[in-house]
């Protein structure tokens, strides 16, 4: 068990994703040996989805555990982090599926490669009902994962709760976005209310919380978490919105005309459409939910971003939670290396550009 | 308690049904309360889907107990059993999704249902995006049901294996069929391979281990389900076969086109096509897979599955696997009550008309 313990003295990102992966690795290896060949196919797909991902659910697992008990994270904690991010995989493939979206971590979309394996009619449909079939399967698998982290019956106890509600939380959040897709509004506040869910709860709030949960933590812990977590992960969203439509396709691994296309009614739109004189909101109105957006059309669309205030307003609004979140790990009753990785990440989730 | 309370003395279908209908709609009635509108329409679309369905699931669970046990099921039992009927629900969402299937169990499916909300171009795709989450939901409650059964970590140790393995189970089966859809073959052997994992185990071998193990069953209980169920499972996926093409739709409350328009390679098309001549044969493979195919096609399908007796070896076929489990029960170390209540649980999976 030794190779999967992380100390906490000094906060090792690398060590811990390398121990993540290693859980996932020998998961599904054991997965692919126990298959026919086309499930061993679509388990190797889900390996390589796996293998570009940056880990943050995770890490802030682990980071919880050690800011409630000091303790290194023993494999049990590892595993229940690696559920965590084989849960995200699930989430993304279904996004996916549901955006239509062609790539992903700057490889095809696992629907799009295995529609590609197909070459009739039916290679669509195919390719989606698999990507489907392939998350569900990622979802189970988070499970069995967890279910086989050897949690006492106590960890298990507290743990369970938090991760059926997390779930609940970002199903709820994709929801609600899904109903706010296609249909500009200005309301700011919708908006948050969509991301709090959709990422600042699923993201950074409850993997703190099921890592401070397995250490037993009690109220006052979990309501720093909530404090730091709340504001951080609503930056961390605005700075998805914000890449996005800015960002280097090369480092985001996706392309920056798909949340435009898709018409998502993301705090930048609503601030931008807020501010926005008719001509401009016309402009937005008209491109923002076009499928066939080209980059020059893209291009009006940000400009209006900048002359209406919309994007500097959005990195105000970043800027704004980020010091709101270092300012709750003043009081917060976390070690004090905790509070060293907590302000490091957040950092990272805000001034990012993948 | 005592109302989920049901005793092993008589079977009755309608008081488990009864109980494991009171779970699942308090459980969804707390969802729709704690929701906002949009998440409260989807939980009351939950809860209409899962109302129509015929619990067979949830009554092996039971019985698996009962044969182990000879206790009555207490609402534990009953919780875990209604779990399996919340994942039911989400793995028919999915399947409808995945199939594109218009109606279910005599209504719309879920994403029609959700497609017909919306007036616009993105309609069918919210609809499909909207069924995806929600089958996501299901699936995610199915756990919350299951681990708030009140469980002991003894049971939660044995059942919780055997429910990820049931759920990969099915996923595999799935996506078996999903490969053989639209290229049809006479290979009748990997046809019962695809039942085995998407039927027979997942509908009757799972639901009977997962109730016995929770009477903490040992191996020879375990074995001598596996021996009812397997045979059992074929057939009442053979008879499925037989409804999906035969069936009166106002009983099976599914269209009888579906399965020759999506191009199922059941056992049933594989044994025609093995015993087809020339003309036959032709005529299977343009019809079956046409997606516009009318009522006319396919009574000449039909006439083909009559003329090379494939539909008289599927009857023999489900007649034989209906005693080779009516046989099992003759050694299996059960209750007397639950033989008896398997006995006609068997009869009514191969002899029904919905």
Redesign the interface.
Known sequence: MSTHTISPARFDAGALQQAVDGVIEEFLAQKAQA??S??AH?VGLLAEFGAGGKRIRPLLAVTGWQAASGLPADESVVRVAASLEMFHSFALI?DD??D?SDTRRGHPTIHRTLANHQR?S?AE??G???A??LG??A???S??IL??AGLT?AQ?GTV??L??EM??EV??G???D??A??ELHDDVDATLDVIRYKTAKYTIERPLHIGAALAGAGDDVMAACTAYALPLGEAFQLRDDLLGVYGNEQDTGKSRLDDLREGKNTTLVALALRASDGAQSALLHTLIGDPFLDESGAEEVRAVFEATGAREAVERMIDDRYWEALRALDTAPFTAEATTTLKYLARKATRRNS
Chains 1, 2 share one sequence.
């Open positions: 298959a026919d086309h499930m679509l279904h599926v549901m239509d009739d039916r449909r195919f989606r009902s698999g489907i079939l569900d399967l979802l189970t698998w499970d069995e279910f086989t019956p298990l369970l709760p991760v059926t779930r609940t199903m709820r994709q929801y609600l899904l109903r897709t296609g």
